[in-house]
């Protein structure tokens, strides 16, 4: 037997075209098999979660900065383009040798399916099966699909020639991209309804009114000057950082808190109903991440609801070092696998550190924590603001490296003093005469005392301060700026309630948060 090879350009293209539609079978495949086991266990949010762990800091925080808060898609387009691009060539690879392409599929799902599985949120060897169905059903189209585009035997290719082969090619491949499609919608919308009991039970959580309710946020806090960051920050515009692909959705009527570790003589497992049942206290309270550089939009001011950590903790048996307790760190363990570790001190010296169940007026939107979350003022989100809590462990910092601690992050972090300057923009061109400069200061837990405005190399003058609302929230400031003609470099800077001021030092995010002072370039016309 004889087989005559055409020595076309399209044989080629037609290969690598299969190449992708089985990746494309494979992915889509795969999200219909993670509707069946777990929404997080598909191959792209598994391998972009295993990226998100291995990406050094550096990277992570350039990210974190360059793409905010569609960094996340960003990888999930770069995952997809990379996959894309091998599937090309295992498709020409498949044209020569059809067993190997196959098996390249196969090794792709490996990943997949490795990575699924060492995921820390991973629920099982179950986790695989998307990946390895997917793999194994795009193997196999690649095999059938390729096996398309090579000559027949003459006796095979009869009275019908090419032609009749290229046509039987372009039903295939049709075929198995309609069939693709169809199998990923379907994945996909299953993965939307599957968040179904988690939306319900959050849509029937009433929260009750607070046995200590916030005082009222002081009139004037809120300066009215155009550009100034609204003194409570809605939901809708909260920052958001996070190292979840897929926001997770915990159904509230199934959460579970357990609290234990070392020196907790009475270990506690709580529902949200018990959490509910409590006395509730309401505080505002102003979050800022370590990854915020200077002048930065990581920081956003909430109402929030929740429920005293120390008495909790208290009831557990717990007490600070500072009395003797034995454990020093407390972990908090999310349902998606992070720890978060804060000095069991700070969250017992009398500070508002709250397992918080509400944010601005109602439950906790899914992206914030939902059912429930840390809040301690005065830490670092990455030390203190644990979202979809679910495990609460008593242990030293000698004993236990948290999530970003392992990733170089400092084991202890407070909140460093800040002033940002929110009016005039950079490089803003304002007119001769009086210009508002504005903006917010913050040093949670210890307060703000004063800002001061530096124009240019001149004296630092001192900003009028709006009103406080607590020592735990930012504060708004303003200065009547008379500007003249040319351009000027705008400086601002802070002093804490203790009488701190605010360094100039200027560091990084990593380890512990930057320092240094915000400026504005502008020119005055
Ligand atoms: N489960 C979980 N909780 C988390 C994080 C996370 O990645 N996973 N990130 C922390 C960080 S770094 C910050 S700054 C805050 C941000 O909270 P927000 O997204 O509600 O603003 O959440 C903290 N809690
Ligand atoms: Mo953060």
Redesign the pocket.
């Known amino acids: 037997m004889q087989t005559r090879r055409r020595r076309n350009m399209t044989r080629p293209a037609l290969a690598a075209l299969s190449g992708v539609l089985a990746g494309f079978a494979a992915l889509a495949v795969a999200e219909l098999v993670s509707a069946a086991v777990r929404p997080q266990a598909g191959p792209v949010i598994a391998v972009g979660g295993a990226a998100i762990d291995r990406t050094p800091p550096a990277v992570k925080d350039w990210a974190i900065r360059n793409f905010g808060t569609n960094d996340k898609l960003i990888l999930q387009l770069g995952i997809l383009a990379v996959l894309a691009l091998f599937a090309l060539a295992l498709g020409m690879v498949a044209l020569r040798f059809r067993r190997t392409g196959a098996a390249g599929v196969l090794l792709f799902g490996a990943v997949g399916a490795v990575a699924a599985t060492s995921r820390p949120d991973s629920t099982g060897p179950s986790d695989a099966l998307p990946s390895v169905v997917g793999a194994v059903v795009a193997a196999v189209l690649l095999y059938f699909l390729v096996g398309r585009l090579l000559p027949r035997t003459p006796s095979e290719q009869g009275a019908h020639g090419p032609d009749r082969d290229r046509r039987d090619f372009v039903i295939a491949a049709t075929a198995v991209a309609a069939a693709s499609a169809g199998a990923g919608a379907l994945g996909r919308t299953l993965n939307a309804s599957r968040g179904h009991n988690a939306v319900a039970s959050r849509d029937k959580v009433v929260l009750p009114a607070p046995a200590s309710a916030a005082p009222a946020v002081p009139r004037g806090a809120q300066l009215r000057i155009p550009g100034v960051s609204r003194f409570v920050t809605p939901n809708s515009s909260?920052?958001?950082?996070?190292?979840?692909l897929v926001v997770p959705k915990v159904d509230a009527t199934t959460w579970r808190l357990r609290i234990h570790g070392k020196g907790v003589t009475r270990p506690l497992t709580l529902s949200f109903g018990d959490l509910l049942r409590r006395e509730l206290i309401e505080r505002d309270i102003t979050?800022?991440?370590?990854?915020n550089e200077v002048g930065g939009p990581?920081v956003?001011n909430a109402r929030w609801i929740g429920v005293r950590l120390a008495d909790l903790l208290t009831e557990c048996g717990v007490a600070p070092p500072s009395k003797g307790g034995p454990a020093d760190q407390l972990v908090a363990r999310?349902v998606?696998g992070?720890t978060?570790g804060s000095p069991v001190e700070d969250v017992m010296d009398g500070r508002d550190a709250l397992l918080a169940l509400g944010m601005n007026g109602g439950p906790l939107p899914f992206?914030?924590?939902f059912p429930v979350?840390m809040v301690v003022p005065g830490l670092?989100?990455?030390v203190s603001?644990?979202?979809?809590?679910k495990d609460i462990e008593l242990t030293t910092f000698d004993a236990y490296d948290t999530y970003?601690v392992r990733r170089k992050w400092s084991r202890r972090a407070p909140i460093k003093t800040q002033a940002r300057i929110d009016t005039p923009k950079p490089f803003a061109r304002p007119q001769t005469g009086t210009v508002m400069v504005a903006g917010v200061a913050w040093a949670q837990h210890r307060g703000i005392g004063k800002v001061e405005i530096r124009v240019d190399d001149g004296p630092w003058q001192e900003a009028r301060l709006a009103a406080e609302d607590s020592r735990d929230t930012w504060r708004q400031w303003s200065f009547p700026w008379r500007a003249t003609k040319g351009g000027h470099t705008l400086t601002v800077r802070a002093t804490d309630g203790d009488g701190q001021v605010q360094t100039a030092l200027r560091t990084r995010t990593i380890p512990d948060g930057a320092s240094g002072h915000h400026s504005v370039v502008v020119t005055v016309d």
């Open positions: 909260f920052y958001r950082v996070d190292t979840a979050l800022t991440c370590v990854s990581y956003g999310s998606d992070m978060i992206a914030h924590g979350r670092y989100g990455y603001a644990c979202k979809w809590i970003w």
